[in-house]
């Protein structure tokens, strides 16, 4: 099958590249910078600078990766629409490569996040739940209706509402784990708020589930059936890596550090993957303690 992707050479896209690829598909890249993507992607991987640069391959699948990182920089007015438009902008030229195409491919599976339900407190969260109104949820909104253009055409829409990404080389814990490796891990705020997850090896394999499966469609909870607190993330992070973890961050110096973008932090949602479970999806890492064991003990 023809796949085209963006994000390809992202910490999610490189490990989904190398499983299709080892699967036989035919994997089409989009990149601003192809050169450097290539040394992260296997060999024989067409790459380009855009999506329209793909119009006379017709894919059959499409993944949908890209989107400038959340958390990288404190949301100023001017950040905010950066992180919405470099969502938008390459959703919509998805949806119009599929307008162009004489058969348009036959599914997307297209990036969400957990940020869609907004702080939900203590509450099991399934994809069902209303979300509370605020940017996170907004931005994600937003970039779910660009990607749902596209079920006019006759697409089958996926939308992968996705939690913390766990696995070594990359994710959350590349920030995570030099403090805690020092000792000086520990919890944000009052540690109740919810951090759903999942290891890299479980979203890749939803990926190839979604483009696998004709009946699924919609959203889907990406994330691992066991959300943790970000008190029991600290400690079982800390007791993978035989350190103590006392330190605390008070909320209000999260909030006077970055502002309105704290509530990433000091906020969560006790997400479950409720309709990937129906659909018969089986983790491979359904705890946080067997994904760190699996992470860590390498």
Not at 34 to 52: K, N
Request: aromatic fraction near 6%.
């Amino acid at each position: 099958m023809r796949i085209l992707i963006t994000g390809g050479s992202g910490f999610v896209g490189r490990l989904l590249c190398h499983r299709l690829h080892e699967a036989g598909h035919r994997l089409l890249v989009v990149s601003r910078s192809p050169a450097r993507a290539q040394t992260h992607l296997p060999e024989g991987i067409e790459i380009r600078e855009s999506v329209m640069a793909f119009v006379d391959d017709a894919p059959e699948a499409i993944v949908n990766l890209a989107g400038e990182p959340i958390a990288d920089k404190r949301w100023s007015e001017a950040q905010k629409q950066r992180l919405l438009e470099s969502r938008l902008t390459i959703t919509r030229e998805l949806v119009t490569l599929c307008e162009r195409l004489e058969t348009p491919p036959r599914v997307m599976v297209s990036g969400s996040a957990m940020g869609f339900y907004g702080a939900q407190g203590e509450r099991d969260v399934t994809e069902q739940t209303p979300p509370t109104d605020e940017f996170a949820h907004r931005l994600c909104a937003q970039w779910e209706s660009a990607a749902r253009a596209a079920e006019p055409l006759g697409v089958r829409v996926a939308l992968l509402r996705t939690g913390l990404v766990l696995d070594a080389g990359g994710g959350t814990l590349t920030k995570l784990l030099p403090p805690f490796r020092l000792g000086l891990g520990g919890r944000l705020g009052s540690g109740r708020q919810y951090m759903p997850w999942i290891h890299r090896e479980d979203l890749v394999r939803i990926v190839l589930l979604l483009l696998e499966r004709d009946d699924l469609e919609g959203p889907f909870n990406a994330s691992a059936p066991h959300p943790v607190t970000n008190a029991d993330f600290t400690r079982t992070l800390a007791h993978h890596l035989h350190r103590p973890a006392l330190m605390k961050v008070p909320a209000g110096l999260l909030r006077l550090a970055l502002g309105e973008m704290s509530r990433l932090l000091l906020t969560g949602a006790r997400m479950r993957p409720a309709r990937l479970e129906a659909a018969g999806f089986t983790f491979h890492y359904p705890t946080l303690d067997s994904a760190l064991k699996a992470i860590l003990g390498r």
